[in-house]
């Protein structure tokens, strides 16, 4: 079995950074709250599913097997005025709820691919697991954490505190009276016991168009409902890694908690995970204040915050470059760098991979700049053990980039290099920008369209023969299957051209 580094992760349970122990050695649980699928992914929702595919890469990286599970939100989740967010959406596009969720749903996953993420191992629809989320209230009022009033179901939360003292809060680190006295009602105040409690199955009203038959009502779950079903269907009682955005500690995560302890007497996971915000004009990125960046507005330039469009990988690698637990200030001169510093180190990858390597035996011996690169890479790897700190692994790189360019350019003689050290450095800069970082060498696509230029060439000219032997069968059936394809064949005065 692989043996993995010493790892340390940042606990939002314990505010500590803890040495990372699977519950089972060389497998890692993880649940990540995945987006509520009412309109189109954001720059800010973005920045979180990709520092969790980092996340992700790099437990793959260094040898766990990872059970990846991620949600999709297409019920229950309510607006402040008590409106779910699917049906609303619905109502005002004139779609069926799953329409709104189906073109969201593939709207985000084309948005997770442009970003190169890695898809989850499970992707699970609250809609598609009620039987479980009834389950799971039925349970919660067995334990005697809930009531019901009026086909409704209430979790009792100053009960379940009195009961597990020091639970309750302990995600956000409020105090409970804080949670009590902020806790903002969304219906139905006055069926509540007390402030604080929240709802877990909701009776419909005549407008709600989402709902289930249950043995309270007909309703639907409260929103975080589906989070403890679903982990614990696929992940277990108790899981590993649970990881989401800043945003959903409370009440998302805070309530999450109290359901899984409410059912089970068990807390769902050991290590909490939370994604620091990615800020628009010194606020939060948000669909709900209306202070966003769609990513394709940066992708194609036409968004007033920029002066020019950036490439995918350009704004994947700006993510990289700070810590996923800082907030990150999206401005047209960070971008700038940011793709600077991304085309720098694919071109320093290029240089290095294209790097002699002299044939000598590796004889154990190492020369001081051998010791001064290793010991960079050393770094890079301590950065990303050191809470998967990618700010400073992509520094260490730059740093080792230096030592690259002026092996190429003979500063410094390629003798002083042993050949196992470049070797070495060749595998950790390709494990780095692609495998960890997820990065693509976005002018080996360049590379791709001077390809099918090439080919698109031949295949008129093939044209061109045919039709000169008066042979129109070939030359319509070329001109009928590009056209299947989505390519337009013209046949113009200046000659023959083409388009997509
Ligand atoms: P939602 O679709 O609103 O449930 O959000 C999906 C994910 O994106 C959640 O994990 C949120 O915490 C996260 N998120 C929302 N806004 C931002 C932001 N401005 N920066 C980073 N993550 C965000
Ligand atoms: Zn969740």
Known sequence: MTVQPSLKIYNTLSGKKEEFKPITPGYVGMYVCGPTVYSDVHLGNCRTF??????YRYLLHIGFKVRYVRNITDVGHLTDDGEDRMAKGAKVAQLEPMEVAQRYTVGFHDMMRIFNTLPPSIEPRATGHIPEQIELVQQILDNGLAYERNGSVYFDVPKFATRQPGVYGSIS???????????????????????????????????DIMVWNSPWSVGFPGWHLECSAMST???????????????????????????????????????????????????KMSKSDGNTITPTELFTGTSDHTSKAYSPMAVRFFMLMAHYRSTLDITDEALMAAEKGFLKIMETNRLLQALPVNARDFDGSETDTD???????????????????????????????????????????????SPWVIERLKTVFNAFLFDIF??????????????????????????????AQKDFATSDKIRDALTEVGITVKDGKEGVTWSK
């Open 233 to 283: 269907k696929y992940l277990g009682k108790t899981f590993d890694i649970h990881g989401g955005g800043n945003d959903l500690k409370f009440p998302h995560h805070e309530n999450e908690v109290a359901q899984n302890h409410g059912a089970c007497s068990c807390h769902p996971a050991n290590y909490w995970l939370h994604t620091n915000m990615l800020l628009l004009n010194g606020k």
């Open 50 to 55: 990709c520092s969790f595919d980092m996340i």
């Open 438 to 467: 997820g990065l693509q060498d976005e002018s080996a696509s360049g590379a791709d369209s001077g390809t099918v230029d090439g080919l698109m060439q031949l295949i008129l000219d093939i044209r061109g023969h045919a039709r």
């Open 173 to 207: 680190g409020r105090i409970l009276d804080d949670l009590y006295a902020e806790t903002r009602e969304l219906k139905s105040q006055e069926e509540k016991n007390h402030p604080a409690d929240f709802a877990i199955w909701m009776k419909a009203r005549p407008q």
């Open 371 to 417: 010791r001064a690169i290793l010991g960079l890479v050393d770094d890079a790897f301590d950065g990303m053990n050191d809470d998967f700190n990618t700010a400073i692994a992509i520094a260490s790189l730059n740093e080792i980039g230096s030592y690259v360019h002026k092996l190429t350019n003979k500063q410094i003689d390629p003798a002083d290099v």
